[in-house]
Nanobody
């Protein structure tokens, strides 16, 4: 069992930056592919970014490429999402996710574990 706790959300003006963190407990994070999803009001949850166990490969939805960066520190059992040049359309609840099978299963939206979410609000 893995417990995931997100932090770092908040209110920021358009063009600003935030860094989300996802701290894992219960199991060693290095055995899991990790990712971030988001859900805006009235919309379905969507994939944002993922990273392989080693951190060698990363994946992004087109709308955040060049602005968001996912990274992980397996020694600290923590995954990060650095979000730059934020836009109002990035406003959503952001969820951390983990899956032991791999990043491709995680990207399809069916990870084994979810965090509770952290709100990101970007004002125009």
């Amino acid at each position: 069992q893995v417990q995931l706790v997100e932090s770092g959300g908040g209110l920021v003006q358009a063009g600003g930056s935030l860094r989300l963190s996802c701290a894992a407990s219960g199991r060693t994070l290095s055995t899991y592919a990790m990712g971030w999803f988001r859900q805006a009001p009235g919309k379905e949850r969507e994939f944002v970014s993922a990273i392989t166990r080693s951190g060698d490969n990363t994946y992004y939805v087109d709308s955040v490429k060049g602005r968001f960066t996912i990274s992980r520190d397996n020694a600290k059992d923590t995954v990060y999402l650095q979000m730059n040049s934020l836009k109002p359309e990035d406003t959503a609840v952001y969820y951390c996710a983990a899956d032991a099978v791999g990043v491709f299963k995680l990207r399809r939206g069916h990870p084994a574990y979810w965090g509770q979410g952290t709100q990101v609000t970007v004002s125009s």
